[in-house]
């Protein structure tokens, strides 16, 4: 089974990293991939995947100052200044590209634009966003015609949404569907971005303060009666037992849903890390290595239910910033090597063969099986975490 592959994984992980940061691992063919928002705190981690990965990333962006000084920093790349607001810049920004990344947020705004210039250019594009609305906006106005282009189009392609989609679709290994999947992310901290925050006010003013959650096979939106549940969540050690926000929606709702049969897709937050990012001076990220990470580390635990059997496995690393480039980066590089199970807008569950999208990442994840803490999601209706 894919478990008893992805057991094996995080006993290679060191071996493999330290190979991976000499430019041995998976190294690309000198393909120019464009990065808008390459000057970005997601975008730059993006910038030196790719070129760590062997292709030529291609930096663009609205701000020209912010771009000429990234380009300085990587000397031998261009860089074209580019805005959504202007498609023509768009379109001759992409000229030469093999692909596009999108690393621009809030995505409500930009994934829109870039998605019709990547069609337009016939190219593969791949975001980073963690919007829910956004996504599903990428899901409903191009999936046909990305399908007719024969396109690849991949959104949330990051840690929100696509490593969670890429757990949800191991986990359910040989299973067509399941009645539950539950998604915990166990966060140290939460320092987020700029990027991050101004992405969290648009959707909140898309939902007009209501909350949003996956339940009897659609999404629905909520008034906020009261807080956000919270139950105990037994994560592997060293994380241990945590409590947790329930009802704290993120992008694998979108993800997850749109290509396995699950009516119920719940995700949950550490409370540490719902402050954090709830709190207004809390900074944003400081770098504390050499590849530019913080000292967040992150545990991602997901359990799928099928009657009375349960199917686990958990991912964990540093940074959920930083580990968002591989995963877009390895979603590039498969594109364009044709390892890919369909076109048109997919996730990345559904457009990768997701045990061994995870097993390509052991440098940078840990991933494997476990077993046990069923009586977590058997209980939740006493946690206050099923719908009323």
Not at 53 to 77: Q, Y
Not at 350 to 362: C, E
Not at 373 to 388: Q, S, V
């Amino acid at each position: 089974m894919a478990f008893q592959t992805l057991a094996r994984v995080g006993r290679r992980r060191e071996d493999l990293l330290s190979r991976s940061f000499e430019g041995k691992l998976q190294m690309g063919t000198g393909q120019t991939v464009a990065v808008f928002g390459a000057y970005g705190h997601t975008g730059r981690f993006v910038v030196t995947e790719l070129r760590d990965r062997g292709f030529v990333p291609l930096l663009l962006g609205r701000d020209a100052g912010k771009l000429r000084a990234l380009a300085a920093a990587h000397p031998g790349l261009e860089y074209r200044v580019a805005s959504v607001d202007d498609p023509a810049s768009l379109d001759r920004a992409l000229t030469g590209a093999a692909a596009v990344v999108n690393c621009a947020g809030p995505f409500a705004s930009t994934a829109a634009p870039v998605i019709e210039a990547a069609l337009g250019a016939g190219i593969p594009y791949v975001d980073v966003a963690a919007e829910i609305e956004a996504n599903l906006d990428t899901f409903t106005h191009f999936t046909d015609r990305a399908r007719a282009a024969g396109v690849a189009v991949v959104p949330a392609m990051a840690f929100y949404g696509g490593l969670g989609d890429l757990l949800v679709t191991t986990a359910m290994g040989d299973w067509t569907a399941a009645d539950e999947a539950h998604v915990a992310y166990g966060l140290s901290s939460w320092h987020p971005t700029a990027g991050t925050l101004a992405s969290g006010t648009v959707s909140r003013e898309r939902r007009a303060g209501r909350r949003v959650r996956y339940t009897g096979s659609r999404l629905e939106y909520y008034a906020a009666e009261r807080d956000l549940p919270t139950l105990e969540w037994d994560f592997p050690a060293p994380v241990g037992r945590r409590t947790v926000l329930g009802e704290f929606t993120m992008a694998d709702v979108v993800t997850v849903p749109s290509h396995l049969a699950i009516p119920e897709v719940r995700t949950y937050m550490t409370t540490d890390a719902a402050t954090d990012l709830a709190a207004p001076d809390t900074p944003a990220p400081t770098a504390v290595d050499e590849r530019g990470r913080s000292a967040q580390t992150f545990t991602v635990d997901v359990v799928v239910r099928s009657g009375d059997t349960q199917r686990r496995v958990v991912a964990s690393g540093q940074d959920i910033y930083a580990i968002s480039a591989p995963l877009a980066v390895e979603a590039v590089r498969r594109i364009l090597a044709g390892q890919t199970r369909t076109s048109g807008v997919a996730s990345a569950g559904k457009i990768f063969d997701a045990p061994d999208f995870l097993r390509a990442l052991s440098a940078y994840l840990s991933v494997e099986p476990r077993h046990g803490a069923g009586d977590l999601i058997r209980n939740r209706e006493a946690a206050g975490c099923r719908r009323a």
